[in-house]
């Protein structure tokens, strides 16, 4: 799976440091692999950004759905 599918909006949005909205583990599973892609990245750089967006999301899918990772 792509990334494009977890991005509302398509990529540039979190890329731009935009909300991301994840609906369900397949798409937890490829935004955890974007965020690992994105971890070497010097802050102020688009990846950054895109990775900040990405560990909101993340952070937010797991408090949302502890269940559901176990």
Do not use: C, F
């Not at 802050?43 to 949302?64: C, D, F, N, Q, Y």
Request: proline share 4%; net charge neutral; glycine share 6%.
């Amino acid at each position: 799976m792509t990334i494009e599918p977890i991005i509302a909006g398509g990529k540039r949005s979190a890329r731009r440091g935009r909300p991301v909205a994840i609906e369900d583990r397949e798409q937890y599973a490829a935004a955890a692999a974007r965020a690992r892609q994105l971890s070497d990245y010097p802050e102020g750089t688009a990846e950054a950004m895109e990775l900040a967006a990405l560990v909101k999301a993340i952070l937010s899918w797991e408090r949302s759905n502890a269940d559901a990772l176990h």
